[in-house]
């Protein structure tokens, strides 16, 4: 039976303004199966955030290519991600998020069955960036439709299996892709993406129903689009950059200056255009501004603690791909469950007490995971995993249900763009920041710690390398050492790499905190009903 759900009252409306059109019973525009639909598509995308990091070795192999080189394939799909995100989401808002979501599922499907059929390495970064290009039209995009099609006491629901299926792609893209590598080649880990996305767009073309905000916006900011744009790049670059060249470089303090500047002239240019890329006045929400500012601390401790746990467990304990990613199967287990869960306990009591309860518990798992060992069972392992998923669930859920239900429909598109882009210059953030703290500690320890175990001593030079061969956890052995040594140099490599690890640990438990309080600024979206779509429920 077909009902008509309408958040917004006759008094938001004028007496002219046409009613919101009410969808033909049947498949189109019902809520769960738009759901499953936008889930379909941000599978794709976020299984290939992880699955493609297990490639890359074969990838290096097979094309001749260097591990520097390599690292392109990540670093020019993770830029054009963040750069477009919010123009992407902007789009949306203009174009429809069903138009959006249909070109970003097609046009990401398509750019990976190009990288699988490319020969050269550059072909393959250069579809990696249509790829990210295309990933940020479809992301924002699946949020705007959630938010248009669900009605205020349904979507945080509806967000927590939106997260739910990001959180479980996230983590399996490592197991799937390992095995994909293993049994048939590293083609196989972008061709898979061709189906998937092939099914999306059909359930798309069936199922999604095009909503159109009242106050949409009609024209573009191009100016806004350029500044913003150059900052982000200006920002990730550096911090893409700032491992090799080093934070005191002055390459990396030229590109931070450049992103501050940008990003200034950006914000006075918004105060003067008629039709401002993202109106700053979004911002006089507090709640808005605390949500960004938490999915941002979150992805720095989740991502950046993250980062190492991957090292450790197959440097350190010499784990395989794939059995350090079912390692990690109770943190993917704690978001599949807890995220639903937390949907439902935002809807029940908003997203203050759940946010700020989600994130302590993730400052108790980044603690416990500073207390590993070399020798730390998997139960144990576990525990902090585990843990760490429970809190990862209604972060992840509320504030994205912060930041998008606080803003105006119009702007549903740049609410899920900012949110999209908190989260990864969060993550890059977390990965840069915590990666010096890592490199910090092993440099400082490794020498006396080397020492101390009554080794050779090294030359400046060797001591450089054998650090950077240690923030990675991998022991500086080489087929000229003795046999007798080499026992001692790996206990060496791995003790100094664990107090790395536990020092850069304990700083994520720290920004863990810190988001505490920022949670407690939060609460329920002010708009989440203005302008709801219409749909079955």
Not at 150 to 178: C, D, H, K, Q, Y
Request: proline share 6%; aromatic share 8%.
């Amino acid at each position: 039976m077909t009902s008509q759900t309408t958040i917004d009252g006759p008094a938001d409306r004028t007496p002219d303004a046409p009613a919101e059109p009410v969808p033909a019973p049947g498949l189109r525009g019902h809520p769960w199966l738009t759901l499953i639909t936008v889930a379909v598509g941000v599978m794709m995308v976020a299984l290939d955030g992880t699955i493609v990091a297990i490639a890359n070795p074969a990838i290096a192999k097979d094309l001749h290519a260097s591990i520097s080189d390599v690292q392109w394939i990540a670093n020019a799909y993770f830029l054009a991600l963040a750069v477009s995100l919010i123009t992407a989401g902007k789009l949306g808002d203009r174009f429809g998020h069903r138009q959006t979501f249909l070109i970003g599922v097609t046009g990401f499907a398509a750019a990976s069955g190009a990288i699988g059929l490319s020969h050269s390495l550059a072909a393959v970064v250069t579809f990696r960036v249509f790829q990210g290009l295309f990933g940020a039209l479809l992301m924002p995009a699946a949020l705007g439709l959630l938010r248009a099609t669900f009605p205020a006491e349904r979507l945080n629901m509806a967000i927590g299996i939106w997260g739910m299926v990001i959180g479980a792609s996230t983590a399996a893209g490592p197991v799937l892709g390992g095995v994909l590598v293993e049994h048939v080649n590293w083609q196989s880990v972008f061709f898979i993406n061709v189906p998937v996305g092939a099914l999306a767009l059909v359930l798309g073309l069936l199922i999604l129903l095009d909503h159109r905000a009242e106050k949409a916006p009609r024209s573009f900011d191009l100016l806004g689009i350029a500044l913003l744009s150059g900052a982000m790049f200006c920002l990730v670059w550096a911090l893409i950059k700032a491992p090799a060249w080093g934070w005191g470089d002055g390459r990396t303090w030229g590109f931070l200056v450049a992103s501050v500047l940008l990003f200034a002239l950006f914000a006075y240019w918004e105060t003067r255009t008629a039709e401002p890329l993202i109106p700053l006045g979004l911002f006089r929400s507090v709640p808005l501004s605390a949500g960004v500012v938490l999915m941002v601390l979150m992805a720095i401790a989740f991502m950046g603690g993250l980062f190492f746990v991957t090292f450790y467990l197959q440097n350190v304990h010499g784990m395989s791909p794939i059995d350090a990613g079912l390692h990690l199967l109770p943190l993917t287990g704690m978001m599949i469950v807890a995220s639903p869960l937390a949907g439902a306990a935002i809807t029940k009591v908003g997203p203050r007490i759940p946010l700020a309860g989600g994130m302590i518990a993730t400052a108790v798992a980044m603690y416990g995971m500073s207390t590993l060992k070399v020798d730390t069972g998997s139960g144990v392992m576990s525990i902090w995993f585990g843990l760490l998923g429970l809190g990862l669930a209604p972060v992840m859920v509320g504030a994205t249900e912060v930041i998008v239900g606080n803003a105006p429909m119009e702007l549903s598109g740049v609410a899920g763009g900012l949110q999209q882009a908190a989260m990864q210059i969060g993550g890059s953030l977390g990965t840069a920041v915590l990666g010096a703290v890592m490199a910090s500690k092993v440099d400082a320890d490794l020498a006396g710690n080397w020492a101390r175990a009554g080794l050779p001593p090294l030359t400046p030079a060797q001591l450089g390398q054998a650090s950077q061969a240690v923030q990675i956890g991998v022991a500086p052995v080489s087929k000229e050492m003795p046999a007798a040594i080499i026992p001692k140099v790996t206990a060496v490599a791995h003790d100094t790499f664990i107090s790395g690890m536990s020092l850069a640990s304990l700083v994520a438990a720290g920004v863990a905190v810190v988001a505490v309080l920022v949670a407690l600024f939060t609460k329920r979206g002010v708009n989440a009903g203005a302008g709801a779509g219409v749909g079955h429920i």
